[in-house]
């Protein structure tokens, strides 16, 4: 197999264990990523193709000398011919596919972790964290956060299907972890419509909780998540 | 208007005066009487549009509003001065090394190519200082509230910087223009000339530091006198995050750049001197470039951190906001950048040293997965973007596999694995070619790759360990063990290396000037990388104020104080970059009319040998 032929196949590979591969084990990827790590491996084998001479005429060589038509005949010819006519074909179809008005909504680049407005900057809990304390926050995380977040603050509760984007999942290291307490206070308490212009777009179901809840309280839910998930409250000392 | 037709008149005499003074240069004249009219008379004429009002002081003026507007006008301006400036600091640090190389090593290629590139600095410098007055001037016309209060906050640094600009400009004249004369005995005197011209530029790059970093992290007195409220203002909290961050920025893109020049040189080279002398100079320049970006992202760590100390929201905005995205933008160049100089070194084994490939292919091929993989987790975000039907079948915008690559603790470790990687291509290209002859080399050897491996696991075991402790203990410990740990491995092989190296016998001679243009192309890429990036993050840097000139301080209230999508900012870079690189190609091509007349047209008479240029080589 020549070097030009090992990177094609190297290359169908990646696309089919990130495409159908990862899926069966797990949820499929979006196709950006896919695009991503397609390039990745074409610069691999871009890379490692031109090191010598001997491999870039390996590597290049049979494709320069397939699309320039040299010595090829019979079904040889026939195929080159294909791909000249179907890769413009299929790159205007993809064009054509990308302009095309659809009735699906563009892809987003959301923002997850919007800047909190200055008053809820660094603002340190004032609620002693006593297990009496921490246990009265769960008891209130189980009575008004837990149909969505989950009664194992994983973002599965029972309610949370009805949701896109779904509950956060507080058990993930990558939510709740890299942030302080004054940023989940900001967010409990002012909810969805409470995030700032930065948010957009608002795509966020928490409700408002300063019209139900005492600010005390909402700081006792915080220490309960944290708790709750093993997580602890990010801290500059 | 009366003023404005002045101007005008005033323009039109220059320019008749010009052309009746060199009338072969006619056209020349007339182009440059259309470039003027363009630049000055034009913004002057029609865009005053806006009358100042009358009664209080006015607070902004405007250029082309709707065209170019003065917030676009003041970006470009800021960004070529900023990018002229690194390359002016940076060039001397590259010249200044390379010359005690040469004293050192007494090979006589080291200072050439010192003074090869000290000879551009003079340009260089004159127009890096013609951006910064025509910054000042639009800033002071456009933004006179701002400027007003930095003036009179900074004002005594502002003396400083004039101080430093005289004793800068002296120093360089002594060292470009006495560096003949100060050879064999007084050559002591000239490099301590070059010493003295890094430390003025080293301190002209840090008092300008002081009102950016200003800007973004105030520290306001309103007491004590105009010395001390200037001094609390410059010692801000970003401030030495900053200067660390640019100086080892300035190294980068002065060796890349140097990179670049060679490359090009060599795709245009016409003699076989000449390609050896310019593969030469772009393997120290990708060299001195590599061994700068080595310490440059835990700089960049350490400035971030700052920033998230000063104030959460700004760090916020940054690393989790609307302008995180940047960072993804940002590891995709410094992944090009660290395959790029990879390739280079890589290409350097396989053509240089003849008969390596079959040693080597193997070992690259394991360093180029192991950065491509590194590669895919840096670059993979923690939000994807994602169609909603995409987004439902993950069930939301975080993968939850993949999902956990996107936060610090996978990007500090495949960052740290990066960098040893590229190490280590180093040092497998200073080894190739060579046998060790000491009795001890074998053991050394074993010692290395002890070193290698150990620290390749720590650093990985930490990584994986930071998602399951507080994000201040990942920080504060398992962020910086990694990276003294990397620091270690670099610090303990290099002497390794050159100790074992000292005593070896050289079995394939390294041959020079056979690179194939791709190795070229390889040096302009990475110079084209390090631009991007400097303007990328310098993007980063200045927008993360959101609206404030001041943060916290003094509100911005022009009509300008919006944050530029994503797509608007990235032309703005591109467009940036271009620019640079234009004004750079133009600084060289300058450089060089000065050497061809001294020469006596020696490009004519190197095309008379006949040799093909570099470009029409083999693969």
């Known amino acids: 197999m020549t070097l030009a032929m090992k990177g094609a196949v190297l290359l169908v590979a990646v696309f089919l264990i990130v495409k ?30 031109t090191l010598s001479a001997e491999s870039t005429e390996a590597l290049l060589g049979p494709i320069f000398r397939f699309l320039g038509g040299e010595g090829l005949n019979g079904s040889a010819k ?26 699906q909504p563009p892809a987003e680049n959301r923002t997850i972790h919007p800047a909190p407005p200055g008053e809820f900057v660094g603002l340190a809990n004032p609620v002693p964290n006593t297990p009496e304390n921490v246990m009265m926050g769960k008891g209130l995380f189980s009575a008004f956060c837990s149909p969505c977040h989950g009664a194992k603050f994983n973002g599965n509760g029972p309610a949370s299907d009805g949701f896109n984007p779904p509950p956060a999942n507080f058990v993930d290291p990558g939510t709740i972890a890299q942030l302080q307490e004054s940023y989940l206070f900001w967010r409990i308490k002012k909810g969805g419509v409470g995030l700032n212009v930065e948010g957009h777009p608002w795509k966020s179901a928490m409700p408002r909780w300063e019209v139900e809840l005492p600010d005390e309280w909402i700081w006792k839910i915080i220490m309960a998540e944290y708790a709750g998930s093993g997580q602890k409250p990010r801290t500059w000392e | 208007m009366g003023p404005h037709t002045s101007h005008r008149r005033s323009d039109n005499r220059q320019a008749r005066q010009a052309g009746a003074v060199v009338p072969a240069t006619r056209v020349w004249a007339y182009a440059a009487l259309v470039f003027m009219l363009f630049t000055v008379a034009a913004p002057l004429g029609l865009a005053w549009g806006q009358e100042a009002p009358a009664g209080p002081a006015t607070e902004y003026r405007d250029i082309l509003p709707g065209v170019v507007g003065s917030r676009n006008l003041i970006w470009i301006i800021a960004q070529q001065h900023l990018l002229l400036a690194g390359f002016v600091l940076g060039v001397p ?45 639009l800033l002071i016309g456009l933004y006179p509230k701002l400027m007003s209060y930095l003036t009179d906050v900074f004002f005594p640094s502002f003396l400083v910087y004039c101080v430093l600009f005289l004793l800068e400009t002296v120093t360089l004249y002594l060292y470009w223009y006495g560096w003949d004369s100060m050879q064999g005995a007084t050559k002591g005197f000239h490099l301590f000339l070059g010493f003295l011209l890094n430390v ?64 090009l040189k060599y ?3 016409q003699s076989k001197e000449e390609r050896v002398h310019y ?61 790029g100089a990879n390739y280079y070194f890589w290409l350097g084994i396989m053509y240089r040293i003849p008969g390596s490939e079959a040693k080597y292919r193997k070992p690259i091929l394991a360093m180029l997965v192991i950065l491509l993989i590194c590669l895919g987790v840096w670059m993979t975000p923690h939000s994807l973007v994602a169609s909603l039907e995409e987004a439902r079948k993950m069930g939301g915008t975080h993968h939850p596999m993949l999902g956990v690559l996107g936060v610090m603790s996978a990007k500090m470790t495949v960052v740290n694995v990066m960098i040893l990687v590229t190490f280590m291509s180093f040092v497998m290209y200073w080894r190739a070619g060579k046998q060790e002859t000491a009795t001890w080399a074998k053991a050394a050897k074993v010692g290395q790759g002890l070193i290698l491996g150990i620290a390749t696991v720590v650093i990985l075991v930490l990584g994986v360990w930071g998602y399951f402790v507080p994000a201040i203990t990942r920080i504060n410990y398992f962020s910086t063990t990694q990276v003294l740990v990397m620091l270690f491995v670099l610090l303990t092989i290099t002497p390794l290396t050159a100790l074992v190296l000292k005593s070896a016998k050289t079995t394939t001679e390294m041959v020079w000037g056979i690179m194939p243009p791709r190795a070229a192309y390889a040096l302009v890429l990475n110079a084209v990388m390090v631009i991007l990036l400097m303007t990328l993050m310098g993007y980063a840097r200045s927008s993360s104020r959101v609206h404030w000139h001041v943060y916290g301080v003094m509100q911005d209230t022009s009509p300008y104080a919006y944050s530029p ?53 083999a693969r």
């Open chain 2, 267 to 269: 795709l245009m080279a």
């Open chain 1, 78 to 103: 026939l195929a080159r011919l294909a791909v000249l006519v179907l890769v413009p074909l299929l790159v205007g179809w993809q064009t054509y596919s990308e302009l095309v008005p659809s009735s």
């Open chain 2, 565 to 617: 999508a994503l797509g608007y900012a990235a032309a703005f870079m591109s467009l940036n970059t271009f620019l640079f690189c234009l004004m750079v190609a133009f600084i060289f091509w300058v450089a060089s009319l000065g050497g061809e007349k001294k020469g006596g047209a020696p490009g004519k008479a190197r095309v008379k040998e006949a040799v093909r240029p570099a470009v029409a080589g």
């Open chain 2, 279 to 339: 593969d030469w100079m772009g393997y120290v320049g990708n060299f001195i470039g590599v061994f700068g970006m080595l310490p440059l992202p835990f700089a960049g760590y350490w400035l971030m951190r700052e920033v998230y100390q000063y104030n959460q929201q700004m760090g916020i905005t940054l690393m989790g906001g609307f302008l995180s995205w940047l960072f993804i933008l940002q590891a995709m160049l410094i992944g090009i950048l660290f395959l």
């Open chain 1, 20 to 49: 159908f591969g990862l899926p069966l084990i797990t949820a499929p990827l979006p196709m950006s990523l896919i695009w991503l790590y397609l390039f990745l491996t074409t610069v691999g084998i871009v890379v490692y193709g």
């Open chain 2, 93 to 137: 640090i590259f010249a200044w090394v390379c010359e005690i190389v040469g004293v050192r090593t007494g090979d006589p290629r080291y200072d050439t190519l010192a003074k090869e590139f000290t000879k551009l600095l003079t340009s260089a410098y004159a127009t890096t200082a013609l951006f910064g007055g025509i910054l000042l001037f």
């Open chain 2, 200 to 263: 003025f530029a080293f301190f002209i790059m840090i008092v300008p530091n002081s009102w950016a970093t200003f800007q973004a992290s105030p520290v306001v007195i309103t007491e004590g006198s105009m010395w001390a409220r200037a001094w609390a203002a410059t010692w801000n909290p970003t401030w030495w995050p900053v200067n660390v961050h640019r100086l080892i920025a300035n190294v980068v893109l002065g060796g890349f750049i140097c990179g670049a020049y060679a490359g």
